[in-house]
């Protein structure tokens, strides 16, 4: 400030500036250091925190602070004198707004807001010569020795000692000169900084003390022991007593002359002049909140140079992506493409947790919700809860899940049974021959077992096929997300950069030993048009397979002829003339050629789900939807990957980059010379 000429020159403030402006552009956050002070009532804490500042403060007689008060120093180049904001005081009515006052009325403001709370009082202090800096006013404490007017809260010291407490604050105690021994603040500091690392204690009125010493191995054994308990980082000051409206440097330059010419009668070891004086005080604590910014110096430099670094690397990744958006690497690309995506497919049908079954995976009731329940004879839901379905509450995807499908379809289909079959049926299938003839009743039972039999199957198969179609077509989207994890993976390691997620290059070497050469990564974003058409190239095949599946369980469904000789082996009934004979004859022997139809139409319809349905999944998949991406011919492949919009936008990002490597290293060079500048001042 005004009074900081005699410390520091005028130019590192500017560097000063220059340097955290670079930090905020960078998003690098430095905290401005904050000095607590503390002291009991009437020991001139007060006066010290002015004579740190340069400027007087409290231009009130008798002052004594009962709240925290926050001094926010804030360097501002176009304060050329200091410019005063007392903040709102949320803990009154009367203090609503923020306030701007002079200097000299700030003492008697101060004194209108100065009563006992917890909540802080804060005053901005804008000026050109000071670095960004916290000081904070502590109340002052009523320690036994020190007199008070006003009995202060019972909590108050706590609430001195909860200001302390944060580990980056400075803590500055104050207090009167006194033997060794007599201190009242060392066991209070020590309470919150017990090895008193970040800890400096003040002793003013050093004069006054003075005059109990009259020969000089006291004098030194006092200052010997002071020193040494407080962890060599006392000061022994004096300070004017009356308050004053302008803080005067002279006059306290004055008064530590005259304090030296005492100790100079007293012969005084010199080892401790250092320790002696506001001036040896201020400079102490600049140069302490200076150290922590120059140690936060190369916080930002790694920070600034990281993010060069980055923007390098992804401007060469975009310019090698450039030079490579041809029709012969995009072809390459597409192939590569196309070959993680199956092998996506083929793991999730074999069986793999890279798809993440808790988040992807369904329940059986989850199946059912999206794909509906299976259908009896009459059109009514059947309840398959309290079958034994494995795997019934368990999240899984893929080849589990279409397993479970086909248990649950053997299980509904074993407890399908054949309903009563009325007597005019009987007699219509027996057709023009007699009941009563034995091989038209076979006929007859035959017939009806087929009838029922496609009945209660039909809405099965298309419900089973429906349900296969769905758990097939949820796995692309798992397989595209087991991609993207896979190339994050790959991506990520002790040396990677900053990586972005439109940059698909990857590095492979020539089998020959040739160069390396860059080629295209598809990320699964990166080009929806082509992504979408792979997808679509599978859904269709996934369809097809359906189907053809479909009508190979439709083959199941033999005719009556061959049903009724094949069972010719069944007790075939006899003669009956009774027609409610007939009737349980013909029921008899029609359920059980349906039992002998259910079973082998369950058993062959999961065999032919397995072999026309799961099994082309695999090998014929593969064939079918690589051999028509790279049959793509050069227009439709480019249309596909937006090659001309891509190129453009490439081109775009390409200029973009540049312009901020370029504007990194402006930053950087400002940097250098500003960080150098604040590191190395000339005093």
Partial sequence: MAAQG????????????????????????????????VG???????????????????????WSTKRP????????????????????????????????????????????????????????????????????????????????????????????????????????????????????????????????????FIYTKLQRHLKNFTETQPLNQFFSSTCQGNGEKAFFVDLLEDAEPTFNLAKHTELTKATFELLEQLKFDRRYEAFIGIQALRKHLWDATWKIYQDNIPTVQNRLRALKSGSEQQLSQLQARLTGMDIFRLRSAASNFVMNFLQSIEKLIVGTLDGNPAQNGQTLSEEKMFAGEWYDINGEVIDSTSWDIPYHDTKIYGGQQY????????????????????????????????????????WSASDLARRQSMRAFLPLIDQLVKRSIMIMQRLPDIALKMMANAKAKSRTGPSAGPVRSAALLSRTGSAFGQSQQAEFDIGVDEFPFFTHHVKDLYESFINTVAEECRDKCMD???????????????????????AGDVKDAVQGLASKIFDSIKERIT??????????????????????????????????????????QTTQRLKDEEKTLQMILEKFGQQESLFQAASHAFSHPAR
């Fill in 603 to 644: 058993r062959n319809i999961l065999l032919k789900c397995h072999n026309f349905f799961l099994a082309p999944m695999q090998s014929p998949l593969w064939g079918e939807i690589q051999s028509k991406v790279s049959v793509l011919s050069n227009p439709v492949l480019e249309e596909l990957f937006e090659a001309t």
């Fill in 403 to 442: 397993e479970r499908l086909l248990a649950e379809f053997r299980a509904v289909a074993e407890h399908i049974e054949m309903t009563d079959i009325p007597l005019d049926d009987i007699a219509t299938s027996a057709g023009p021959q007699k009941l009563n003839n034995v091989n038209a009743l076979a």
């Fill in 6 to 37: 005699d410390l520091y020159p005028p130019s590192i403030y500017d560097a000063y500036r220059k340097v955290m402006n670079l930090a905020r552009d960078m998003n690098t956050y430095i905290q401005a250091p904050e000095i607590v002070f």
């Fill in 556 to 578: 199941e469904f033999y005719c009556t002829r061959l049903i009724y000789w094949e069972n010719t082996k069944l007790a075939a009934p006899s003669s009956k003339k009774d």
């Fill in 69 to 200: 008060i926050h001094f926010k120093l804030l360097s501002n180049p176009e304060c050329a004198q200091p410019r005063v904001t007392i903040k709102r005081d949320y803990s009154s009515k009367n203090f609503t707004t923020d306030v701007r006052v002079e200097l000299k009325d700030l003492g008697s403001e101060l004194q209108k807001r100065n009563s006992y709370s917890q909540v802080p009082l804060v005053v901005d202090f804008e000026f050109k010569d000071c670095w960004n800096l916290t000081l904070i006013d502590a109340p002052d404490l009523a320690l036994s020795g020190a007199e008070t007017k006003n009995p202060p809260p019972e909590d108050l010291q706590q609430r001195v000692e909860d200001l302390m407490h944060p580990p980056h604050r400075i803590i500055v105690s104050v207090e009167e000169a006194c033997d060794w021994g007599k201190s009242l603040m060392l066991d209070v500091v020590k309470k919150v900084d017990q090895k008193l690392d970040r800890s400096v």
């Fill in 40 to 62: 009991p009532v009437s020991h001139q804490k007060s006066a010290i925190i002015e004579a740190f500042v340069g400027h007087a403060l409290f231009d009130v007689k008798g």
